[in-house]
């Protein structure tokens, strides 16, 4: 597998994001920093090779994850979402103010947003982390908070990766195609093909 990089863009918006749930990530940051005293950090990579869409800091160290689904498909073609939860204190999903709540689990954290505000709908079950896990996700919360205003305030250190798969190599397709869609991917390709052709908005 190689890389290459581009100063072009900042890792925040990387192009995978629909217009809608950008909107949302931006409605339900503001929403919580603004009445839970939250600091926000948009698209963070997990080391389970899961990437957060938005993970929320509270004052004492309480971590929430927001899982942001802008359309049915976004949310039913997602079955990794549970992955999620061992990375934090609290576990949201966030809608936008059209998607229908009833698609997702009741027992679940809600949360609905639009370009310029939020609420919870819902509030989450507090499974609080183990002490060693807590420890390393506020490393790497105040790493990645750094780089970023590094990156803002020198732009030359932005860095875009673009992974590419050798074909070259024996297997290295099969194992991303594992590693994206999971063991067993034939129902998720086949709900897909049956369902892609009324897709307007997908969060990638």
Known sequence: MSQTESGTEPQIVDGRQSPTALRVQRGVMRFLRSVHDMTCFAEVPLSNGRRADVIALGGKGEIWIVEIKSSLMDYKVDTKWPNYKDFCDRFFFCKPPELDAEIFPAEEGLMVADGHWGDILRHAQHDPLPGARRKAMLLKLARLGADRVHALMDPETRK????????????????????LMGKKPEMRFEYIQQNAQFVEELDV
Do not use: A
Not at 160 to 179: F, K
């Open 160 to 179: 875009l990766i673009r992974v590419t798969v050798d074909e070259d190599v024996p297997g290295e397709t099969g194992d991303l195609v594992e590693r």
